[in-house]
């Protein structure tokens, strides 16, 4: 059984331990999890420890350098503290308060950040934008990361020397300060928002911003690095959350009533849809190009959904927005964990968070969608919540 931690980046058996992203021979990668040396930092009672960095790395994007329109392109704004392991410094921060907290960071400013839990999908997505300016070299329908931060802009050269480390192509940030970033978030038409910070998940929710809360999984299963794979749930994730309501309220058997009584009707449009979209224009592009057989992104539904008596009503709505999945999964109650550890999504969102934690015990970085009425419902699993 899972244990959720207190920030929801820390890996949820408690350990702290450093992703590593390697090349396999089959071109994917494998996350695995390395120890890392002890330290003793004023008995702060924390292990991890980072290398310095040794220089600058040129960072290298094919077909020329340039920055994109945020109205062309599909922005990521990714918190720093699930694109990079913070932990070590976010326990500085709630042992000895704010001026101790950017006086240690000053000071190992030249120390990289760990890769985080977000890093192997924006990893991903720089993958895409690659092939994207190999067949359209002047396109400004890109993959545009945003890193967005709470921190002071005194942080701000640690993250970039752990950026340059880590030959990540980031040059947009927002260093808010302590200070709420939703509207920055809708100033740069922001596509999906991904934060350690739940509440602050629910406020971009609130705005209209697809968004998500990002955990770590106790272990992490082997990712491509050359193709973009995306899973999402179904009711409150793509969909409504009008047939989740009916679930809970009068159980399945009426479920299944108004999942065939409505049939043609189509289910209204859930947080993420807008973000399905934008994936579907990307690759509508490789379409174009002849390449649907390779293309670099990956669309998944996987839903507790069962086909027959009620997977019909989710296909047709999907058609009738004139949006693809390339597989559809009707589990019809079964668990998710097992399916979505063949699949190995870079990520997989999900409104409930049973099937976030069947999620990460197989391996599965996923994304909890605080939305809809099952917010209302506390998880079955036992878990400690903290910061």
Same mark, same amino acid.
């Given at each position: 059984?899972?244990?959720?931690? /207190?920030?929801?980046?820390?890996?949820?058996?408690?350990?702290?331990?450093?992703?590593?992203? *390697?090349? !396999?021979?089959?071109?994917?990668?494998?996350?695995?999890?390395?120890?890392?040396?002890?330290?003793?930092?004023?008995?702060?009672?924390?292990?991890?420890?980072?290398?310095?960095?040794?220089?600058?790395?040129?960072?290298?994007?094919?077909?020329? #350098? +340039?920055?994109?329109?945020?109205?062309?392109?599909?922005?990521?704004? #990714?918190?720093?503290?699930?694109? +990079?392991?913070?932990?070590?410094?976010?326990?500085? @921060?709630?042992?000895?308060?704010?001026?101790?907290?950017?006086?240690?960071?000053?000071?190992?400013?030249?120390?990289?950040?760990?890769?985080?839990?977000?890093?192997? +999908?924006? =990893?991903?997505?720089?993958?895409?934008?690659?092939?994207?300016?190999?067949?359209?070299?002047?396109?400004?329908?890109?993959?545009?990361?945003?890193?967005?931060?709470?921190?002071?802009?005194?942080?701000?050269?640690?993250?970039?020397?752990?950026?340059?480390?880590?030959?990540? @192509?980031?040059?947009?940030?927002?260093?808010?300060?302590?200070?709420?970033?939703?509207?920055? /978030?809708?100033?740069?038409?922001?596509?999906?928002?991904?934060?350690? &910070?739940?509440?602050?998940?629910?406020? *971009?929710?609130?705005?209209?911003?697809?968004?998500?809360?990002?955990?770590?999984?106790?272990?992490?299963?082997?990712?491509? &690095?050359?193709?973009?794979? #995306?899973?999402? &749930?179904?009711?409150?994730?793509?969909?409504?959350?009008?047939?989740?309501?009916?679930?809970?309220?009068?159980?399945?058997?009426?479920?299944?009533?108004?999942?065939?009584?409505?049939?043609?009707?189509?289910?209204?449009?859930?947080?993420?849809?807008? @973000?399905?979209? !934008?994936?579907? =224009?990307?690759? =509508?592009?490789?379409? *174009?190009?002849?390449?649907?057989?390779?293309?670099?992104?990956?669309?998944?539904?996987?839903?507790?959904?069962?086909?027959?008596?009620?997977?019909?009503?989710?296909?047709?709505?999907?058609?009738?927005?004139?949006?693809?999945?390339?597989? !559809?999964?009707?589990?019809?109650?079964?668990?998710?964990?097992?399916?979505?550890? =063949?699949?190995?999504?870079?990520?997989? @969102?999900?409104?409930?968070? +049973?099937? #976030?934690?069947?999620?990460?015990?197989?391996?599965?970085?996923?994304?909890?969608?605080?939305?809809?009425?099952?917010?209302?419902?506390?998880?079955?699993?036992?878990?400690?919540?903290?910061?």
């Amino acid at each position: 059984m899972v244990k959720m931690s /207190l920030d929801p980046v820390q890996v949820m058996s408690g350990q702290v331990k450093e992703l590593k992203v *390697a090349s !396999a021979s089959n071109g994917d990668s494998r996350g695995s999890w390395k120890e890392k040396e002890e330290f003793d930092q004023e008995h702060l009672g924390l292990s991890t420890k980072s290398k310095p960095v040794t220089g600058r790395r040129a960072r290298k994007v094919e077909g020329g #350098v +340039f920055f994109p329109k945020p109205e062309n392109a599909v922005t990521i704004a #990714v918190s720093s503290r699930v694109l +990079f392991r913070t932990e070590r410094e976010q326990k500085v @921060f709630e042992q000895k308060g704010v001026e101790e907290y950017l006086r240690y960071q000053i000071e190992h400013e030249n120390e990289p950040f760990a890769p985080g839990p977000a890093f192997p +999908f924006v =990893k991903a997505l720089e993958a895409v934008n690659a092939r994207l300016r190999e067949l359209y070299p002047q396109s400004e329908e890109l993959f545009d990361i945003v890193l967005v931060t709470y921190n002071h802009a005194h942080v701000g050269i640690r993250l970039i020397n752990t950026i340059n480390h880590h030959n990540l @192509f980031i040059e947009r940030f927002c260093m808010t300060g302590g200070s709420s970033p939703i509207g920055y /978030l809708k100033a740069w038409q922001t596509n999906l928002y991904l934060s350690a &910070d739940a509440s602050k998940v629910r406020e *971009a929710l609130t705005e209209g911003i697809a968004a998500a809360t990002m955990f770590m999984p106790e272990k992490v299963t082997e990712v491509s &690095d050359s193709q973009l794979r #995306v899973a999402f &749930d179904g009711d409150a994730v793509l969909f409504s959350d009008e047939s989740e309501r009916i679930f809970k309220a009068h159980g399945l058997d009426k479920f299944f009533e108004h999942e065939k009584e409505n049939e043609d009707t189509l289910l209204d449009h859930g947080p993420l849809k807008g @973000f399905l979209e !934008a994936l579907g =224009k990307l690759q =509508k592009k490789f379409y *174009a190009k002849g390449q649907r057989l390779n293309c670099p992104i990956r669309t998944y539904l996987v839903t507790a959904r069962s086909a027959a008596s009620s997977g019909i009503r989710a296909l047709k709505t999907l058609r009738a927005w004139g949006l693809e999945v390339d597989e !559809a999964l009707f589990l019809a109650g079964a668990p998710k964990g097992p399916m979505l550890e =063949k699949i190995r999504p870079h990520i997989y @969102f999900d409104d409930q968070m +049973f099937h #976030v934690e069947g999620a990460a015990e197989m391996g599965t970085i996923a994304a909890h969608v605080p939305y809809g009425i099952a917010q209302n419902y506390k998880a079955k699993t036992n878990t400690t919540v903290g910061k």
